[in-house]
């Protein structure tokens, strides 16, 4: 009764531990199946595992290996189902040269000339491809952001875009198609600027390999995909909303925004809640909500400027995928164009472009 | 069915990198075939290989196959899963069919791990009305009111009272024209 109490308990600890993207050869998923063991085994292997998280805490953490270090590895039929697993065909040197980076061509020149043997490599490296892939990365987003969010203004385009072009982004997209095992790079496990390199490499390969078509598909199906989810207004912070909105309605020649109490409860205790409705004109245009007026004052002006932007939590679903077939000409079209900036935003400015 | 006997661990339906939204990505990253030229238990997947292989690898080019033939070991197969995990199952004695269907199991999973699923439906946008809250559909005359007020204490679904009701009808009675009174 007490071993099957310890074994559960085992059970439970070993259940939560976190597991990298590389651990060591031993599987962790087990279909598993009926067993019969000796009474001896499951504590043997209980011990051998103490011991083991023991060194692997001595040294750092588990011992990692490189998947091409493995027996079975054939570069060649992996870069093959790399390119059928997207669905894309690529120039063979082209998507090479893609995956090949700086450091793997200088460590691999320097081992041989230590050896002693004269090293004219062929291989290029993917310093061009990255450059070219990272403005054909920002030029498809941008096209997409402004042909699907018509109303927004410049700024919250560029919040967007620059998330979607982030670091982190692309280097979890990097990793979910399967760079990590493919990169030919001196550093193991690859920095993440490794994998951001590649991805934009592979961006652009592929626009020359398919054309710049197929390569604007690419990015819609894979990047701008990470936006589904997102909150867009939390990635735009406008400083002084008030402000925005007054500017706003008197370009418009609307009344000043008027700001009304309109629902309150708690105030004398520390869970109190103010609704302050925006007005102008005598016309509702929206409410906030805050734990202060100040608070909920802003919360209103923010909600305003969604309603204008028409980026509310109720706005239309964003379109990925097939749903992009018949918008894809204007999205090619507004790639050069930016969307009007938060200074001059009028609404009669943008109704034009409503699609 | 309560979950506090279970291990297996429970989660809502998910998948990664947004698969299938864009465009769908086969998650099966490369499997590994292992398995003896020789022993009996092996047969199985050595006639999956010598005839069903070859049509599995064509239609599915996005796998990478590796044959791993071991001398003295039971056969295994182990799938590995572009978001890093495997999954390994022995094949031991398995027949040509049974290979063929874990395979194809394999080939429809991503790599996240077997889980109970709490619900099959998952949403990032739960509400678009927005959340009810006690103010949602109130009278704006409550902020100005004050209580006990005639018609806002009132309970909502309180309909007219008897006295009100009989006060009606007799109201009713009273309008009518003299000349059209109804025969009591």
Same mark, same amino acid.
């Given at each position: 009764m007490a071993a099957l109490w310890k074994t559960c308990q085992q059970c439970l600890r070993y259940r939560f531990s976190n597991v990298s993207i590389y651990t060591s050869i031993t599987a962790v998923n087990v279909i598993s199946k009926r067993n019969f063991k000796a009474h001896w085994v499951a504590p043997t292997l209980r011990e051998l595992k103490r011991r083991k998280v023991i060194e692997d805490d001595l040294n750092g953490g588990p011992k990692i290996f490189h998947?091409?270090?493995? !027996?079975?590895? /054939?570069y060649d039929a992996e870069i093959f189902a790399f390119s059928n697993r997207l669905g894309e065909k690529f120039n063979d040197l082209s998507l090479r040269a893609a995956l090949t980076h700086k450091s793997y061509i200088e460590r691999e020149t320097a081992r041989l000339s230590d050896i002693g043997v004269e090293s004219n490599l062929q291989f290029q490296d993917n310093e061009a491809l990255s450059q070219k892939g990272g403005e054909l990365l920002s030029k498809f987003t941008n096209g997409y952001l402004r042909a699907v969010f018509t109303q927004v203004p410049e700024e919250l385009i560029r919040a967007m875009h620059d998330f979607l072009t982030s670091n982190p982004t692309l280097e979890t997209v990097a990793r979910h198609i399967g760079l990590g095992d493919l990169m030919l790079c001196a550093d193991f496990p690859c920095k993440t600027e490794t994998y951001v390199k590649s991805f934009k490499a592979i961006v652009a390969a592929l626009a020359e390999s398919s054309g710049e078509e197929r390569a604007r598909i690419f990015v819609q199906d894979l990047v701008v995909t990470q936006l589904y989810g997102q909150d867009v207004n939390e990635l735009w912070n406008p400083v002084d909303p008030v402000g925005n909105l007054t500017a706003i309605l008197k370009r418009e020649g609307k009344a000043e925004p008027e700001f009304r109490l309109i629902r309150q409860a708690?105030? /004398?205790?520390? !869970?109190g809640v103010y609704y302050v409705g925006l007005y102008s004109d005598k016309n509702f245009i929206s409410e906030g909500a805050g734990e202060s007026l100040e608070v909920a004052k802003e919360m209103a002006a923010r909600e305003a400027l969604k309603k204008f932007f028409r980026t509310e939590d109720s706005m239309r679903a964003l379109p990925f995928g097939r749903q992009l077939k018949n918008i894809q000409s204007k999205i090619a079209q507004l790639e050069n164009q930016p969307n009007i900036p938060l200074s001059e935003w009028i609404s009669e400015k943008v109704m034009s472009a409503v699609h | 069915m309560s979950n506090s006997h279970m291990f297996l661990p429970s989660g809502f339906i998910r998948t990664p990198l947004?698969?299938?939204?864009g465009r769908y990505i086969p998650q099966l990253q490369r499997i590994t075939l292992k398995f003896c030229k020789n022993h009996g238990g092996s047969r199985g997947v050595r006639d999956f290989i010598e005839s069903d292989l070859m049509e599995f690898a064509k239609t599915n080019p996005g796998t990478v196959v590796y044959l791993k033939p071991r001398r003295h070991r039971s056969p295994c197969m182990v799938a590995e899963y572009l978001n890093g995990e495997r999954e390994y199952l022995s094949c031991h004695e398995f027949s040509r069919d049974e290979v063929h269907k874990w395979l194809s199991y394999m080939c429809t999973r991503s790599g996240i791990p077997v889980m109970r699923f709490r619900k099959y439906q998952h949403t990032d946008y739960p509400t678009v009305q927005g959340v009810w809250n006690p103010f949602t559909h109130q009278a704006p005359e409550i902020n100005i009111a004050e209580f #006990? &007020?005639?018609?806002?204490?009132?309970?909502?679904? &309180?309909? #007219?009272t008897a006295t009100e009701q009989l006060i009606e009808i007799f109201k009713k009675t009273q309008i009518e024209d003299p000349a059209n009174k109804p025969p009591n």
């Open positions: 998947r091409s270090t493995f !027996l079975e590895w /054939n708690g105030s /004398n205790s520390i !869970l | 947004q698969n299938g939204l #006990p &007020h005639e018609v806002l204490s009132r309970p909502l679904d &309180h309909g #007219p």
